[in-house]
């Protein structure tokens, strides 16, 4: 018997490492999306030479754009798919830029796109499905502008940012593993790992980073191994999980209201699910 895996954000880094992680083990067969059709074929064949017996593909997706997001579900249907991954990010020192959908860039690839697409497919998944969500699980703040400045176009920094996708991706996941109890639903924190990351940073910043992501990091295959045997075994429910693949206990850093809150502001914002 075959699974059917969805990565998004799955020609670079983290979704790479998950990728391969999937494809490796002999029984799925793993539907990378992502923005760079070159990077994607070339996965596919990687993918391919781990599982021959299995099929592999490349899908477009520009999480900038809602619309793009949809499409995609409308194109690998959610009762088909057994485990969706999604990765998508960026890291850049830029302030508040809004994408056509008028939200901001890293909000929409780290929160929006990832709800809104957790969101099209949950409820006609199959029981014991996996949506597995990779950002900052346990290791991000809590965001302090909820009520008067849910979309940061007037407290925009990169700590608010980061807190704003974390606190909020936390709230999202957390409502769609409510509204459907039969799936395993999870946010993950991978830890320090060597990638790309921060490819969009200035060279000045890049220039030191590197090197020590290659000391310390963690490689995107080894990260992505480690996500994977965590996404496999996860209960039904909402799970947080760390670095190391375990449970993190008492992670959750916002209360019901709070949560109600964030999925009614999100909702208001978003095309129709």
Not at 30 to 54: C, D, F, K, N, Y
Not at 122 to 133: E, L, V
Not at 240 to 252: P, R, Y
Not at 259 to 268: E, G, H, S, Y
Request: glycine share 8%.
């Amino acid at each position: 018997m075959s699974f059917r895996a969805l990565v998004v954000g799955g020609t670079s880094g983290i979704g790479h490492g998950i990728a391969l992680a999937l494809a490796k083990r002999g029984d799925v067969q793993v539907t990378i999306a992502g923005r760079s059709a070159a990077r994607g074929h070339e996965i596919v064949e990687q993918m391919s030479a781990l599982s021959p017996s299995q099929t592999h593909r490349f899908v477009s997706v520009d999480a900038f754009d809602l619309q793009s997001v949809r499409k995609l579900a409308i194109q690998n249907d959610p009762k088909d798919i057994d485990i969706l991954v999604m990765t998508q990010g960026m890291a850049t020192i830029q302030g508040y830029t809004p994408t056509r959908d008028g939200l901001d860039q890293k909000l929409q690839l780290h929160y929006f796109s990832r709800f809104f697409l957790a969101s099209l497919f949950a409820k006609s998944m199959k029981p014991n499905s996996r949506i597995f969500t990779v950002l900052s699980a346990g290791v991000h703040g809590k965001f302090q502008h909820l009520e008067d400045d849910f979309e940061l176009k007037n407290t925009y920094s990169i700590k608010n940012a980061a807190d704003a996708a974390g606190f909020y991706l936390d709230a999202g996941m957390e409502a769609i593993a409510n509204d459907c109890p039969s799936l395993a639903v999870a946010h993950a924190g991978p830890g320090f790992v060597n990638t790309n990351w921060g490819a969009e940073m200035p060279a000045w910043i890049r220039a030191p980073l590197r090197p020590l992501q290659r000391i310390f990091g963690k490689s995107a295959e080894d990260c992505g191994e480690t996500m994977t045997m965590a996404l496999l075994r996860l209960p039904t429910g909402y799970s947080l999980i760390d670095e190391n693949g375990k449970t993190i206990e008492n992670g959750i850093k916002h209360t019901r209201a709070e949560r109600d809150a964030i999925v009614q502001k999100t909702m208001l914002l978003l095309p129709d699910v």
